[in-house]
Structure formats: structure tokens, C-alpha cells
């Protein structure tokens, strides 16, 4: 049965955890997947999060099944951070939402609901996009391609370009949008260029999906869903995959949400039926702590307050970090100018190293990043960040 399985590469992004944990050196620094560390390196256990599990444990509830689009408390903070708690189309039922196992479950199960609406329509990524944005809507069924996204030269967007791409779409193709934090560049669009993308998608009749995994770690919750809050104001329908594996460092809860913004109430029920359809022949329900946890935070005024609070401190320290390696760099001997670095959201920094050069950073220096150069600053400390600003002047 298996004798002509063929060996599959390791992942490109969870399989250099694989390699760093195999790695006995004890200076090993992981820049490869995107998680927040705190300046000791740890991954923290939010005090919001350890507040709303104690509730939770002192409570005592049942483990019974959940409801197939899961907790509707949670469903409804998700749906308030996303488009604003006073927003219209909350407001008019125009919105659905079902809880989903991390940001890829929720791409996943939209996913697999376009190719019962849309069996025939391709599927439009940035260039470059996250590693998995392909990989999940090839395995649903479509042909994935690239729009021009990045330009090397500016570090920046090529708007031109992406225009120019997305105008060459068929209707009803579907286009993957990071709504903010682009994942791997950092580079984002301005509210401006938003608005063209949302009139275009509409001119077009392009199925927009905003994919959106870092909400808060740019400039603000508000600020960071302004794209969302653009499109929806535009009156279009459209996916939006959100997760809150970051902003709640809840990474191995699997705590994610799709929501999809239709033209009635009456269409959203009629949607969600069909995507409870979808989702039972996924996983049946999700998992009943971690949207617990999100939920209890997002509906206690105190809780919440204190979650926004860590949020901020996280995104702060990223920023302190990104600060911080520009000028370390410069202080090896660094003849590029790193400042770009400044200017990218989010967690990651694209940082322009070759395949070459962080395949030398892990074989000479332990320091692992995924082979586009991306790296992630949040993994980055006042105790390691002297190391790796040292040991990339050196392979540049
Ligand atoms: C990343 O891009 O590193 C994260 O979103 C983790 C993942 O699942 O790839």
C-alpha cells in the first residue's frame, strides 16, 4: 500500500521547528514561524487569558458538543472587533460567523464553500503570500495564482502592478487579501488604495477574502480592520478568515473564525446553512476552550481592557525590536541600510537575505528563517538580538 509513497519536503515554515528543536546549540535563535516571544523568550500566557480560565475552571461547566458554528458569544466578538460593534451590516444581519480551528481552518472551510458556490473560479494570491495560502485553496480544488504584490526595488507595493493583475481576472475569481500585516512582506496598502481595491473588486464582480491574523499588532484594533470596515462599506460580499492564535497567544487552541458578509439577512441564513454543511464534514464542531477563553476576555469590560492593554505590549516590543536590530546592524558593519525594517507591520521583517544566506545563518550561527528571508522580529530579544544582528552583517 505505502511502498511508493514518495517522501514530502518538510513544511517551509512549522517544519524549521522541526529543525530547531533537533538543533543542540544552545545560542539557537527560532526567527522561522511567526510567534510572539516576551524579552525572556517565552511565549506568554496572557493575564487576561490565565483571568478567564479561572472563571472557566471555577465554573466547572460540561463538555458537551458544541453547536456547529460554535460559541455565539464568541461568534459576536469576532464580529464586533472585525467590523466595529456599531457597524450597519451587523446591524441588518448581513454578516455570518462560524467559529473555526485557527485562521487555516477558517480558509479552509470557506475554502471548501467557494468550490460548492463557485465550482469553476480561480483563485488570486499575493506574490509572495503566506506559504499555506496556496497549499489550502489547491487542496479545496482551485487553480492558484499570483497578483503582483511586492516590489524589491521600494521594499513597498507594486500598486500599479496589482492593479493591473487583479483588473485581468475573470469575474468571480476569488482574491486573498491580507487585510493587514502582510505575511511574509510587512508592507501593507494605504486607505487609499484600499478604496480602489474594494471599487475594483466590484467593477470586476471579484469574490474578495481577507484573510486577517494579526489584527492589533499594527497600529490599533480599530485601525488594523479599517480594510474590512472599507469593504464592507463598499457594499460588496466578501470572506474574512480571522484568528486569535497572535493577539491572544493562543497559537495551539486553534482559535479562528470565518465570517462572510452577505446581501440580506435572509441570504445569511440561508449561507450559513450551507457552510454548517461544509464544517460538520471538516470537523463536525470545534473545540470549546479556547473560544471560551476569547469570548469570556472580549465580553468583560475589565478583561478586555487588560487584553488590549498586553496587545499594545506586545506591539510595542516588536517595534522596540525592529528599532533595535536597524541600529545593531548598522553597528556590526552592515553596509545595506536596514530602516525599511521600521517600516514593515506586524510580526515579520522581509528582510531581503537569500536562500543562501539563511541557510548560512542556521549552518554557521544556529539562527533559523525561512528561506524567503523572512524572519520574525517578535522572536527577537534584548538577549539574542546581538547575536543575530552580528551574525547577519556577517553572511550579507
Ligand atoms: C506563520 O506564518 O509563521 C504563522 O502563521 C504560523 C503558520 O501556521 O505558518
Redesign the pocket.
Known amino acids: 500500500l505505502f511502498s511508493n509513497v514518495e517522501l514530502a519536503p518538510r513544511?517551509p515554515?512549522?517544519g524549521l521547528n522541526e529543525a530547531y528543536n533537533a538543533d543542540s546549540r544552545t545560542t539557537k535563535v527560532n526567527l522561522?514561524?511567526?510567534?510572539y516571544f516576551t524579552d525572556d523568550g517565552k511565549i506568554p500566557l496572557l493575564r487576561a487569558v490565565q483571568a478567564a480560565e479561572k472563571q472557566m475552571m471555577e465554573k466547572s461547566a460540561a463538555r458537551g458538543y458544541l453547536a456547529i458554528e460554535g460559541i455565539a458569544a464568541y461568534n459576536q466578538g469576532v464580529q464586533n472587533l472585525l467590523f466595529g460593534k456599531d457597524s450597519a451590516i451587523l446591524t441588518a444581519g448581513r454578516v455570518v460567523t462560524a467559529q473555526a480551528v485557527?485562521?487555516?481552518g477558517a480558509l479552509k472551510i470557506g475554502a471548501d464553500f467557494l468550490k460548492r458556490l463557485v465550482p469553476n473560479a480561480t483563485v488570486a494570491i499575493s506574490d509572495p503570500s503566506?506559504?499555506?495560502h496556496r497549499g489550502i485553496f489547491e487542496s479545496a480544488g482551485f487553480p492558484v495564482q499570483n497578483y503582483t504584490y511586492y516590489d524589491p526595488e521600494t521594499r513597498g507595493v507594486n500598486f500599479a502592478g496589482m492593479v493591473k493583475s487583479l483588473e485581468a481576472l475573470p469575474a468571480k475569481s476569488v482574491v486573498l487579501l491580507h487585510a493587514c500585516c502582510h505575511?511574509?512582506t510587512g508592507a501593507d496598502l494605504t486607505t487609499a488604495q484600499w478604496q480602489q481595491v474594494a471599487a475594483l473588486c466590484k467593477a470586476k464582480d471579484l469574490i474578495p477574502f481577507l484573510d486577517m491574523?494579526y489584527q492589533g499588532f499594527a497600529d490599533s484594533i480599530d485601525e488594523d480592520g479599517a480594510a474590512v470596515r472599507l469593504f464592507a462599506d463598499a457594499g460588496l460580499c466578501f470572506f474574512v478568515s480571522s484568528?486569535f492564535?497572535?493577539s491572544f497567544s493562543l497559537?495551539g487552541e486553534r482559535v479562528g473564525a470565518l465570517s462572510i458578509v452577505t446581501e440580506s439577512k435572509d441570504e445569511s441564513t440561508r449561507v450559513m446553512s450551507q457552510l454548517k454543511r461544509v464544517i460538520r464534514t471538516n470537523y463536525s464542531n470545534p473545540a470549546i476552550h479556547g473560544g471560551t477563553v476569547v469570548a469570556t476576555v472580549l465580553n468583560d469590560p475589565e478583561l478586555r481592557a487588560m487584553w488590549e492593554q498586553e496587545l499594545a505590549e506586545m506591539r510595542d516590543r516588536i517595534k522596540l525590536m525592529r528599532n533595535t536590530l536597524v541600529s545593531k546592524l548598522a553597528e556590526a558593519g552592515a553596509k545595506r541600510d536596514f530602516g525599511f525594517v521600521n517600516d514593515q507591520r506586524g510580526?515579520?521583517s522581509y528582510s531581503g537575505l537569500t536562500a543562501d544566506q539563511v541557510e548560512r545563518l542556521r549552518a554557521e550561527f544556529g539562527i533559523y528563517a525561512?528561506s524567503t528571508g523572512?524572519i520574525?522580529v517578535a522572536a527577537l530579544n534584548s538577549k539574542n538580538i546581538d547575536g543575530v544582528a552580528k551574525a547577519v552583517a556577517s553572511v550579507l
Open positions: 513544511d515554515i512549522l522561522g514561524v511567526g510567534v485557527g485562521g487555516t503566506w506559504e499555506n505575511n511574509p491574523a484568528s492564535s497572535k497559537y510580526m515579520f525561512v523572512r520574525c
